[in-house]
């Protein structure tokens, strides 16, 4: 469904319209849409089909847009849960740049959002960048010096990071599109790792707004059912912990690269969802450990993983401490 919001005047002086178009819809709009984010590769475009379609239960999908001359030529996409959320697909056709259109979207999607209940909501930018002053502009703050990774807390991330991740209980679920605007929380927390998931790209504090897309839509390159589990609190409804294996194309698909990461007080979740990766028996495991999470340690000498070495990590992870990043393996299980 597309609503109006309000008529606006762009710097150029030209008269367009802020609207929002939230799923299912099938008008003109959304045909319009598909258009104009028809340039995201094909896991982003599935994500762009699931939220127009509204067959997202529990995912609130918004599309913030600005429409002049009957077309839509502007857009900034939300996708929430629980007033957690992926902020993304920032977008202006080329002949309308430079006319303010992103700034008017951002002060009415986060007006909205605000009123709403919004709780935390993640975004991924080129650091120092226009866009990074811009949400700047509206509350989001960088989540470590000079990286394009950006928060925004309507409470503060201290106060949110408390309430989210408190003792619960938990439930394990095969990785899904619900999941996907809520892991953000997860990934970007305050957290000793800095390699947190790293086959969904996650290296330092950044989002999984891609990476998770992966191990979702059905146009990846991970095939296998069971690749990624997370444990759910029954409380806040979020991820408390993730498990992932990737095939390592490198090894010529005989090893998998396995990720595990959690919330503090959460690690005892990682074993379980270990076990529900279905790794094929034929294949080693291989994991790393961040220097500065070394609980993960006793983790995988429980999973009968053992160290077999170590290696440098870019210095750009660990400015003011160590590189070593630890090596563990795990045979194949007859």
């Given at each position: 469904m597309?609503?109006?919001?309000?008529?606006v005047?762009?710097?150029?002086?030209?008269?367009?319209e802020?609207?929002?178009?939230?799923?299912?819809?099938?008008?003109?709009?959304a045909?319009?849409?598909?258009?104009?984010?028809?340039?995201?590769?094909?896991a982003?475009?599935?994500?762009?089909e699931?939220s127009?379609?509204?067959?997202?239960p529990g995912v609130?999908?918004?599309?913030?847009?600005?429409?002049?001359?009957?077309?839509?030529?502007?857009?900034?996409?939300?996708?929430?849960?629980?007033?957690?959320?992926?902020?993304?697909h920032?977008?202006?056709?080329?002949?309308?740049?430079?006319?303010?259109?992103?700034?008017?979207?951002?002060?009415?999607?986060?007006?909205?959002?605000?009123?709403?209940?919004?709780?935390?909501?993640?975004?991924?930018?080129?650091?120092?960048?226009h866009?990074?002053?811009?949400?700047?502009?509206y509350?989001?703050?960088?989540?470590?010096?000079e990286?394009?990774?950006?928060?925004?807390?309507?409470?503060?991330?201290e106060?949110?990071e408390?309430?989210?991740?408190?003792?619960a209980?938990?439930?394990q679920?095969?990785?899904?599109?619900?999941?996907?605007?809520?892991?953000?929380?997860?990934?970007?927390?305050?957290?000793?790792?800095m390699?947190?998931?790293?086959?969904?790209?996650?290296?330092?504090?950044?989002?999984?707004?891609?990476?998770?897309?992966?191990?979702?839509?059905?146009?990846?390159?991970?095939?296998?059912?069971?690749?990624?589990?997370?444990?759910?609190?029954?409380?806040?409804?979020?991820?408390?912990a993730?498990?992932?294996?990737?095939?390592?194309?490198?090894?010529?698909?005989?090893?998998?690269?396995?990720d595990?990461?959690?919330?503090p007080?959460?690690?005892?979740?990682?074993?379980?969802?270990?076990?529900?990766?279905?790794?094929?028996?034929a294949r080693?495991?291989?994991?790393?450990?961040?220097?500065?999470?070394t609980?993960?340690?006793?983790?995988?000498?429980?999973?009968?993983?053992?160290?077999?070495?170590?290696?440098?990590?870019?210095?750009?992870?660990?400015?003011?401490?160590?590189?070593?990043?630890?090596?563990?393996?795990?045979?194949?299980?007859?």
């Open positions: 597309y609503q109006k919001i309000q008529n005047t762009l710097k150029s002086n030209e008269t367009a802020v609207g929002v178009l939230s799923g299912p819809d099938t008008s003109n709009v045909s319009q849409m598909r258009t104009l984010l028809g340039h995201k590769g094909p982003f475009f599935w994500q762009v699931q127009l379609s509204g067959d997202t609130d999908n918004r599309f913030y847009i600005i429409i002049k001359d009957g077309r839509p030529v502007a857009n900034i996409m939300t996708v929430t849960s629980m007033g957690i959320g992926v902020f993304g920032v977008f202006t056709v080329p002949e309308e740049r430079r006319k303010g259109a992103a700034d008017i979207i951002l002060h009415h999607l986060m007006d909205d959002f605000t009123k709403r209940g919004g709780r935390a909501m993640y975004l991924g930018t080129g650091y120092d960048s866009p990074y002053h811009l949400y700047a502009k509350g989001f703050k960088g989540a470590q010096p990286s394009g990774a950006m928060l925004w807390f309507a409470d503060g991330q106060k949110f408390s309430e989210v991740f408190r003792s209980p938990t439930r679920e095969e990785l899904s599109f619900k999941h996907w605007p809520t892991l953000p929380a997860l990934a970007m927390m305050k957290h000793p790792a390699l947190r998931i790293l086959s969904m790209h996650v290296t330092s504090i950044s989002s999984t707004e891609g990476g998770s897309l992966d191990f979702i839509s059905p146009s990846s390159d991970v095939k296998e059912k069971g690749a990624a589990w997370v444990s759910v609190s029954e409380s806040s409804k979020i991820p408390m993730i498990a992932t294996r990737r095939c390592n194309e490198y090894f010529h698909e005989r090893v998998d690269l396995i595990l990461l959690s919330a007080g959460f690690e005892g979740e990682l074993p379980k969802l270990f076990e529900k990766l279905q790794s094929p028996p080693s495991a291989l994991c790393y450990v961040d220097p500065f999470w609980a993960k340690r006793d983790i995988l000498k429980k999973l009968g993983f053992e160290k077999t070495g170590t290696l440098k990590a870019a210095l750009r992870l660990y400015p003011k401490g160590s590189s070593d990043v630890e090596i563990w393996m795990r045979a194949p299980q007859a």
